[in-house]
């Protein structure tokens, strides 16, 4: 299982950007799904998860900002961050995990400037 993320660039503080994280190699949903980010310097942390029951997790930063929704029938997720800071400046990595496995993307930077 392959997981590619993408949407990441350059962007305005106060504007938007959605990311796509595609999974291959598996047909089926996940358990969760989700992204983590890492910014310079700084421990990757959680930034919004979904499971497969729709429970919405949000890191307390993004609440009100980021949106984590799925497309089922892509079996795709993806993450739109709306009002952006320049805090919000790192690498997003997609996520999922199913059972003890954890499968992560690549990657995409996300930079936003003040």
């Known amino acids: 299982v392959q997981l590619q993320a993408s949407g990441g660039g350059l962007v305005q503080a106060g504007g938007s950007v959605r990311l796509t994280c595609a999974p291959s190699?598996?047909?089926?949903?996940?358990?969760?799904m989700g992204w983590h980010r890492q910014a310079p310097g700084k421990q990757r942390e959680l930034v919004a998860s979904?499971?497969?029951?729709?429970?919405?997790t949000y890191a307390d930063s993004v609440k009100g900002r980021f949106t984590i929704s799925r497309d089922v029938r892509k079996n795709t997720w993806y993450l739109q961050m709306n009002s952006l800071r320049s805090e919000d400046t790192a690498i997003y990595y997609c996520y999922a995990a199913e059972g003890t496995i954890n499968y992560w993307g690549q990657g995409t930077l996300v930079t936003v400037s003040s």
């Open positions: 190699g598996r047909r089926g949903s996940f358990k969760i």
């Open positions: 979904l499971t497969a029951g729709r429970e919405l």
